[in-house]
């Protein structure tokens, strides 16, 4: 079991994956990072930027997992 600082320094470490989330998708698929932004705060609405999203935040999810063990 991780020790609250442990798991604080495993959180913040987490976070980071995410900074660049937005440019990454808009980079991508050829789009501005604030359109990509707007649609995934709900603001607007893009079947192939929320696919685009979701498949980087599993990507995100599969490396904690792995860094986990």
Known sequence: MLSGTEFDNALLRAHRLHTGL?????????????????VATGEGQDFRI??????????IQRGLRVRQK
């Not at 937005?22 to 707007?38: H, I, N």
């Not at 929320?50 to 990507?59: F, G, N, P, Q």
Request: charged share 45%.
């Open 50 to 59: 929320r696919r685009a999203l979701l498949d980087e935040l599993r990507k």
């Open 22 to 38: 937005y440019r990454r998708v808009a980079d991508k698929l050829g789009l501005d990072a604030s359109y990509v932004s707007r």
